[in-house]
């Protein structure tokens, strides 16, 4: 079980935060010389170097977006400079890519960071500009949606790449490409011109994912735990009913992987942050403000409980919390998370991701009153920064193209990098994992300087 932190501001975070940064403009140059426009888009890297490896292209937005939060970060103007180009020159096949639901990675983390810097005034305001980048949003959002399969209660889901009976937990985070698409006043054009909402699809995936992907301990089966994620919830396609959960990553679908685990802590609070921007007239078809937050809100608060209950004390989780060589690590969960153990591997990546969950929804329950419950969730939060932050998982080898070491891919198919003399994966990044550890440390720094508050949407955050 973690050990919060009580005693940690973000203000106190800011020295490891300015060193992740130093560390971080090497990696991206490195990558940038090893990665360039035209490879195949780096991955997870193998001793030390990215690579390409999986099933999709899901993951150039983050290498291209990681140059943004730099810049953001630090003002270093050639991030930006190079960021900007490389999103022009080689992103827009990812706007229109109708085979993936990972839109809200890839598109939201280039244009929509663009988009979102220069709502701030952080670069100058070019009418031209800004409108390229909404055009992109605007169907990055759309295209999204329409990867649309109908449940037998008439509501939906986003499927993922494994099919219209494969809904994953992981895009819930995506759904950001829906959220900036509406929020820019688009919707998806049907057959006959039928004018659908992405608010809407939006609102019912969030649902089907809150019902089906997490659990919440009221004995839907023999392994239902509050907060439990699976990774995959399986429909019939013929009457859309449910079937079963299922995993791709995980161990077993009756276990928990953790970075599953971690797109919903991280995805719930940031569509919470989300609604709040909307008024009442938005939310009323779709059951009213109370009742949608009240859906994102139990996900949440679930499976940030889960994982506060199932993590060491150092906030670093291993990679499945069903994981068989688990019990020969003993009581694993009262001592920090062991990376170079003989049995299983922790998973950073997952810490990156979740610990920004751990933050948004401490600020938002503080900010709706609830401080006890929030200022938890909060340390929480501070307290992962610290542990990823620092060694033995911040890269600071100027040879080593990651950033955060000790993240995992994809262990029951052997793909991660296992250093000689080891038994399991160990000292090797991805670029989900350095790039979320970015925005964690600008989410964090923007706090400590008393900056306008980080969100994917940008101004109006703080509502």
Same mark, same amino acid.
Request: proline letters at 3%.
């Given at each position: 079980m973690m050990k919060i932190d009580d005693a940690l501001t973000p203000a106190l975070l800011l020295p490891k935060?300015? &060193?992740l940064w130093e560390a971080s403009a090497q990696k991206i140059d490195a990558i940038e010389k090893s990665c360039p426009p035209g490879s195949p888009s780096p991955v997870f890297t193998v001793e030390g170097r990215y690579t390409a490896r999986g099933w999709t292209e899901w993951t150039q937005g983050f290498q291209y977006?990681? @140059?943004?939060?730099?810049?953001?970060a630090t003002g270093e103007q050639r991030f930006l400079e190079s960021a900007r180009e490389r999103t022009v020159q080689v992103m827009a096949s990812h706007v229109s890519?109708?085979?993936?639901? %990972? /839109?809200?990675? !890839? !598109?939201?983390?280039?244009? $929509? #960071?663009?988009? &979102?810097? =220069? !709502?701030? $005034? +952080?670069?100058?305001f070019d009418r031209a500009e800004r409108d390229f980048y909404e055009l992109a949003l605007k169907i990055t959002g759309a295209v999204q949606a329409s990867r649309w399969r109908t449940t037998s209660d008439g509501t939906g889901y986003i499927y *993922?790449?494994?099919?219209?009976? *494969?809904?994953?937990?992981?895009?819930i985070r995506s759904c950001r490409a829906l959220a900036v698409s509406h929020l820019l006043g688009h919707v998806l054009m049907g057959e006959r011109d039928e004018r659908i909402s992405l608010l809407g699809r939006l609102i019912e995936h969030a649902a089907n994912t809150a019902r089906? !992907?997490?659990?919440?301990?009221?004995? +839907?089966?023999?392994? %239902?735990? &509050?907060? &439990?994620? @699976? /990774?995959?919830?399986?429909? #019939?396609? #013929?009457d859309g009913s449910y079937r079963c959960p299922s995993t791709q990553q995980g161990y077993s679908p009756f276990s928990t992987w953790t970075r599953g685990l971690s797109w919903a802590m991280a995805g719930f609070p940031e569509q919470l942050e989300f609604v709040a921007l909307l008024s009442d007239e938005d939310l009323a078809p779709y059951g009213g403000r109370g009742e949608v937050e009240q859906m994102m809100l139990r996900a949440a608060t679930a499976t940030c409980d889960f994982y506060l209950e199932h993590t060491p004390v150092d906030g670093v989780p291993y990679w499945d919390t069903g994981a068989p060589g688990l019990a020969k690590l003993g009581d694993y969960l009262s001592r920090p998370a062991d990376p170079y153990n003989d049995h299983?591997?922790?998973?950073s990546s997952a810490a990156a991701i979740g610990a920004q969950g751990l933050l948004r929804l401490g600020r938002y329950l503080t900010a709706r009153g609830r401080e006890e419950e929030g200022r938890r969730y909060w340390q929480a939060g501070l307290t992962v920064c610290a542990t990823i932050f620092d060694e033995p998982y911040l890269s600071t080898d100027p040879r080593h193209q990651g950033l955060i070491l000790h993240s995992i891919y994809h262990q029951p198919n052997g793909w991660d990098h296992v250093p000689a003399g080891h038994q399991v994966a #160990?000292?090797? *990044? *991805? =670029?989900? $994992?350095?790039?979320h550890a970015r925005e964690l440390a600008l989410y964090v720094q923007r706090v400590a300087r008393d900056e306008p508050y980080y969100a994917f949407f940008g101004p109006g955050a703080d509502r």
């Open positions: 935060i300015d &060193r977006g990681s @140059a943004l939060l730099q810049f953001d890519h109708i085979g993936v639901h %990972d /839109h809200g990675f !890839n !598109n939201v983390s280039t244009y $929509g #960071n663009l988009w &979102r810097l =220069m !709502n701030e $005034g +952080r670069i100058p *993922s790449f494994n099919g219209p009976q *494969s809904l994953f937990v992981d895009t089906w !992907n997490v659990f919440y301990g009221d004995g +839907r089966d023999s392994y %239902d735990l &509050r907060g &439990r994620t @699976a /990774h995959e919830s399986i429909f #019939n396609v #013929n299983e591997p922790v998973d #160990n000292g090797e *990044s *991805s =670029m989900w $994992g350095d790039y």
